[in-house]
């Protein structure tokens, strides 16, 4: 098993800036592709970034490409996300996934993000 626990959520105005960092513990030997999904209220959880285990691989959602940067730090079991730029649209819960295969998948309890107006 796996433990996420994300951090580093809040209130922001926008244009500000966030940085929102996921601690994994437990049995974290294996090659996990790490990243971040977020669902805002009344939709569907849904893709924002991942980054393979050697950092090499880095994808991101259309919607952030630009504004959001994804990284990780192996010797501490950490994956982040810097968040420049920020809208009101990107307001929702943030979940760190570590995904090893389909069926070995691990999410965290999600941290709030809000972009105020």
């Known amino acids: 098993q796996v433990q996420l626990v994300e951090s580093g959520g809040g209130l922001v105005q926008t244009g500000g800036s966030l940085r929102l960092s996921c601690a994994a513990s437990g049995r974290t030997s294996g090659t996990y592709t790490m990243g971040w999904f977020r669902q805002a209220p009344g939709k569907e959880r849904e893709f924002v970034a991942t980054?393979?285990?050697?950092?090499?691989?880095?994808v991101y959602a259309d919607s952030v490409k630009g504004r959001f940067t994804i990284s990780r730090d192996n010797a501490k079991n950490t994956v982040y996300l810097q968040m420049n730029s920020l809208k009101p649209e990107d307001t929702a819960v943030y979940y760190c996934?570590?995904?090893?295969?389909?069926?070995?998948?691990?999410w965290g309890q999600g941290t709030q993000v809000t972009v105020s107006s």
């Open positions: 996934n570590a995904r090893a295969s389909s069926t070995i998948n691990y």
């Open positions: 980054i393979s285990w050697s950092g090499y691989s880095i």
